[in-house]
């Protein structure tokens, strides 16, 4: 079993800045891929960004626009999505996730990612 936990969400203006964290356990963890996503009141859930815990790639939605970063810090069991910029069309429910896939394309994909965090609020004002 996998368990994943978000924090470091909050209220910004626009402008400003918010670092997510997720904290992983569980067995054989160290295989997976991350993800971050995110969804907003009546829309469906929208890819942020991905990176493996193996290797240095990192994938990101097309909205980012260079206003986000996705790292992990392997020996404590964490990945950080930092946030600048942010704007209130940035405002949503952020939750990170994990999966076993070893192609790059299906970790665009929230039907791919087999564990959840139970999310954690941004809220961006204007």
């Known amino acids: 079993q996998v368990q994943l936990v978000e924090s470091g969400g909050g209220l910004v203006q626009a402008g400003g800045s918010l670092r997510l964290s997720c904290a992983a356990s569980g067995r054989t963890f160290s295989s997976y891929a991350m993800g971050w996503f995110r969804q907003a009141p009546g829309k469906e859930r929208e890819f942020v960004a991905a990176?493996?815990?193996?290797?240095?790639?990192?994938y990101y939605g097309d909205f980012v626009k260079g206003r986000f970063t996705i790292s992990k810090d392997n020996a404590k069991n964490t990945v950080y999505l930092q946030m600048n910029s942010l704007k209130p069309e940035d405002t949503a429910v952020y939750y990170c996730?994990?999966?076993?896939?070893?192609?790059?394309?299906?970790?665009?994909?929230?039907?791919?990612?087999?564990?959840w965090g139970q999310g954690t609020q941004v809220t961006v004002s204007s």
């Open positions: 996730a994990a999966t076993r896939l070893t192609y790059s394309i299906g970790l665009y994909y929230a039907r791919n990612y087999d564990y």
């Open positions: 990176i493996r815990w193996s290797g240095p790639s990192t």
